[in-house]
């Protein structure tokens, strides 16, 4: 079966040290980010995680979008909607999926340039086990909004239409992942299992953004989502990803509420605490995930983001996880 990441992962941004990386500094032009990205992916191409992300390493998973697309900002830390929404100008991860792309490249082959120079990830309705790719990585619509402070242009009760706007925007951002080469898009919606959410609305929103995507569309949803599987199995994305080891009762969940509509992101390594999970343990988990839905409806990954995590541990929890799927 198929191993992947959640997404984020411990951020170590450095100072320059080399005399060029230096004068890049000087200059305005150095990125201390990018030798945090290339660690990220160094650590989940040795672990042998086959569809990676570039670890988003530059920071919250709103304040990133916040920052870009029209008509929000970010101030004194809090992300706000001031304007009528519209996509953003420029990608906000293009640069960091095609920089992630060309590291895993230099490290192993196995990494595609793109999903469209080989096999895609669905094989007919089973899974393609010898894929390898980079994931593209967006938060939701619903989430981006709930999780911002409305002022100005819009009507703050009216959510439904701030969310439709963000989904527009998304949209843009989601093709322009699709098209620098990302095997999956990931879209996060830790929201959902909040109840706070409509979900009507978040359901129309995703289709909005996935309608026009070819490669498969994960939606990542943390936290207890008993009160919410069965009706986001029903929307328009392939994957549907949820915590497993850290909320065991998603698995009586999954086993009331899977209908085979959906591949499964089973999260099997629980990433709030830092110490590294028991093999046997993970093992156990996975199969028992493997006799509610079958090997063939199951990718394997951590429960949720790596970032609170020191380095090393998340390393190794990354590694328990791909050594527990090679005992299956």
């Not at 670890?55 to 004194?76: C, K, L, P, W, Y």
């Not at 943390?222 to 328009?236: R, T």
């Not at 063939?296 to 020191?310: A, I, K, Q, T």
Request: with cysteine; hydrophobic share 40%.
């Amino acid at each position: 079966m198929l191993t992947t990441v959640v997404g984020s992962y411990p951020s170590l941004p450095q100072d320059p040290k080399s005399i060029g990386s230096k004068i890049s500094n000087f200059l305005g032009s150095y990125d201390p980010y990018i030798p945090a990205l290339e660690i990220a992916v160094k650590d989940q191409v040795n672990a042998r995680v086959d569809i990676i992300s570039d670890g988003q390493v530059r920071g919250d998973m709103i304040e990133v979008f916040a920052r870009n697309i029209h008509g929000m900002a970010v101030v004194e830390n809090t992300p706000k909607i001031l304007g009528k929404i519209k996509p953003a100008v420029n990608s906000s991860g293009t640069h960091d999926l095609k920089l992630a792309i060309k590291t895993a490249h230099k490290i192993s082959k196995d990494f595609l340039n793109s999903f469209k120079t080989d096999s895609k990830l669905f094989d007919g309705n089973d899974l393609n086990k010898n894929f390898k790719g980079v994931k593209g990585i967006i938060t939701g619509p619903t989430t981006l909004v709930l999780a911002s402070r409305v002022e100005g242009y819009y009507n703050r009760d009216k959510k439904e239409k701030i969310i439709a706007d963000m989904a527009i925007a998304l949209k843009k951002e989601a093709y322009e992942l699709q098209e620098a080469g990302a095997a999956v898009i990931q879209i996060d919606e830790p929201y959902l299992s909040t109840g706070v959410a409509d979900i009507k609305t978040a359901k129309n929103a995703l289709k909005m953004i996935t309608d026009s995507l070819d490669v498969p569309v994960s939606l990542h949803v943390c936290g207890d989502v008993g009160d919410v599987l069965k009706d986001i199995l029903k929307f328009s994305v392939q994957i549907i990803d949820c915590e497993f080891a850290g909320i065991p009762n998603n698995i009586q969940s999954l086993e009331q509420e899977y209908n085979d509509s959906k591949k499964i992101g089973f999260g099997c390594i629980d990433t709030k605490v830092e110490g590294v999970d028991e093999l046997n343990d993970v093992v156990k988990l996975i199969k028992k995930g493997v006799d509610i839905i079958g090997e063939e409806n199951m990718m394997v990954d951590p429960d949720c983001g790596m970032r609170m995590l020191s380095r090393d541990t998340a390393l190794l929890k990354l590694k328990k996880m791909t050594e527990a799927v090679g005992w299956l």
